[in-house]
């Protein structure tokens, strides 16, 4: 169903419910196939409001929303029950729907884009300079991709920011190490050229230095002052740190397949804490607190039910991430792009669940003093949860320490490239450069889908077993099912399986002569009332519910209903079109995923 048509029910439901909601209207996709395919059950919740019996509200709906609906549902509505409002597409409506989506097979499978075309920055990722990237950073890369791929796709302007943690207190103890070890670092006519070899070991062997040596203490604090104020040698040294990082944490991205992520780190905003905080003080938001500033907010309060400070100025004049947050969201929703901004309508910060009281208590400050509007500007925190082992605890190596990304990464490449490797005529046979790219597609993509097919604010064990597995809502499960369609086209059609696949033209006409295929179709169409409800309530994890349903009910067709051996040309060709269009569906949703698909496994 488009926009347009979801839009008339919803609207015409709005009128003949006032003056009550867009939320009262409560039309929502079938919760079961014999309910048809859509429900409108606003008569339950209006009905005492308006005076009348729900089954009486209903049918007032239902005599509003039947010409509406000529020619997509069957007429007359269903009541059924107390008041619930059963709407099931017709099947000539179906028919010309797939036709559509046939249609347009090799772009957007007739999904239009949004009437409501928006600046939206997703704020994601956010590794720390110096610091090797880990599991945890994981969700907030992948989530982020993908809410980023989908809001592309539905036509929004998407700005992809990657707010890298490369300023704090920790960078004087780093940049005074690199003096006594790498000199030539503190220099701006060499320090590009250094090797800082392991920043790891690096960053541990300052720290190490931190704890023992007091006089390298001492060095390390004088070395944030001379840093924040602008030291040319000090600066030298946080490049060639920041640069050393980035170089490392793009060989991640490269491997996730992360593209367009545009790095604005804390440093960015450094120039605009000072006026944040005035205007804190002046608007009486921010007041003195044992020697630091501090914004006190109601209903926030300590466990000894004191009020609970959030920090945006230390006693030593420090910043803290509330004062850098709240010049981020000026920036990124207030200032035009004439002086620099975005001027967003929408910022999602995809950050774990544990920093929700942070973004909650920014939000409500920067909403009180005036940076942003609510009414035309949204902030949007998009926590998730943790990754855990297979115990249950935290997911760490043996002995203890977190899990680095890319052993993690390189573990699921490796066992997917032994699974490739034991169906092969020769196991002990070194893999073709093709089926290296195979094994690196599955395993990669075993790990984003495992992440993402779950709900985002749910912890989940993290199991190579599990997500590697050809059974269930796994990527070798999807993969494997799209290689299948591309075999069944491939046989229809008599195409070789060493050549790229080549899809058949629409047919001119989609038959439906059996339920399965019916119920395919119903279930295909509703592709954009999905994209849709993702973009805005940002789980993708109903992406990959909506992949697995529609690769079962496949499944079925393929079962029930010959492709080949078709009774006639024509009944061949409509069932090629629903083999295009489900292969079509399974590689763009992939893709939105951030997984790309494979023709052959």
């Given amino acids: 169903m488009t926009e347009k048509e979801r839009n008339s029910i919803i609207n015409t439901a709005i009128s003949n419910a006032t003056p009550f909601t867009t939320t009262d209207t409560m039309v929502t996709p079938a919760t079961k196939p014999e309910f048809g395919d859509y429900q409108c059950n606003a008569a339950m919740s209006l009905a005492k409001s308006a005076n009348l019996n729900p089954r009486d509200c209903a049918q007032k709906i239902v005599n509003a929303l039947e010409p509406k609906l000529e020619g997509i549902m069957e007429l007359p509505l269903e009541i059924a029950g107390p008041g619930f409002i059963n709407l099931k597409f017709r099947e000539d409506y179906l028919r010309r729907g797939l036709g559509e989506m046939a249609g347009d097979s090799g772009g957007r499978l007739g999904v239009p884009l949004t009437s409501n075309k928006k600046k939206i920055v997703v704020d994601f990722s956010s590794p720390n300079i110096a610091k090797e990237m880990h599991v945890g950073h994981l969700r907030s890369t992948i989530i982020g991709d993908t809410l980023s791929n989908l809001l592309t796709f539905a036509g929004h302007d998407v700005l992809r920011l990657n707010h890298v943690g ?50 390298f203490k001492v060095r390390s604090r004088e070395g944030v002052v001379k840093l924040q104020a602008g030291d040319k040698e000090a600066l030298a040294a946080w490049e060639s740190l920041c640069a050393a990082s980035r170089v490392e944490y793009q060989k991640i991205y490269d491997v996730l397949n992360i593209a367009g992520l545009n790095e604005r780190g804390e440093s960015f905003y450094n120039p605009y804490l000072n006026g944040v905080v005035g205007d804190l003080e002046s608007q009486g938001l921010a007041v003195e607190s044992e020697g630091a500033t501090a914004v006190f907010l109601d209903g926030y309060a300590n466990r000894d039910g004191s009020p609970l400070p959030m920090l945006v100025r230390k006693s030593d004049g420090g910043f803290n991430y509330a004062t850098t947050d709240l010049a981020a969201i000026r920036h990124r929703v207030q200032l035009d792009p004439a002086e620099g901004g975005e001027k967003a309508d929408r910022v999602l910060y995809v950050t774990d669940a544990g920093q929700s009281q942070h973004f909650e ?70 893999l073709s450069d093709a089926l290296a790219d195979v094994a690196k597609t599955v395993g990669i993509g075993a790990v984003k889908y495992a992440d993402l097919s779950m709900n985002r604010e749910s912890n989940y064990k993290f199991s190579y077993g599990r997500m590697l597995s050809l059974n269930g809502n796994t990527a070798p499960y999807m993969l494997y099912a799209y290689a299948r369609i591309c075999g ?24 439906i002569t059996h339920d399965s295929e019916k119920q395919l179709i119903r279930n ?62 399974i590689r763009l949703l992939m893709n939105l995923l951030g997984i790309p698909v494979v023709e052959k496994l």
């Fill in 488 to 511: 069944i086209v491939r046989k229809a059609t008599g195409q070789s399986e060493d050549e790229k696949i080549v899809w058949p033209d629409a047919a001119e006409e989609i038959l």
């Fill in 361 to 430: 208590m920014v939000f409500a400050a920067a909403n009180k003093a005036g940076f942003f509007d609510p009414d035309s500007a949204s902030l949007e925190h998009v926590p998730f949860g943790l990754v855990q082992g297979e115990d249950g605890k935290k997911f760490a190596t043996r002995s203890g320490d977190t899990v680095k990304l890319k052993d993690l990464l390189d573990e699921a490449v490796r066992i997917a490239g032994e699974d490739v490797k034991s169906r092969m005529d020769d196991p002990e046979e070194e």
């Fill in 166 to 215: 490369d300023w704090g207190t920790q960078f004087g103890m780093l940049v005074e190490h690199l003096r006594d070890e790498y000199p030539a670092a503190l220099s701006p006519e060499t320090s590009q050229n250094v090797d800082l070899g392991d920043l790891v070991m690096l960053y541990k062997a300052a720290k190490k230095r931190f704890d023992v040596d007091e006089e």
């Fill in 524 to 585: 295909l169409v509703k592709l954009p009332d999905i994209l849709s409800e993702v973009e805005s309530e940002l789980y993708p994890n109903r992406l990959c519910d909506y992949l697995f349903e529609t690769s079962q009910k496949f499944n079925q067709f393929y079962e029930n209903c010959s492709v080949n051996n078709a009774e006639t040309p024509e009944l061949k060709a409509s069932r090629l079109s629903l083999c295009t269009v489900s292969a079509a569906t």
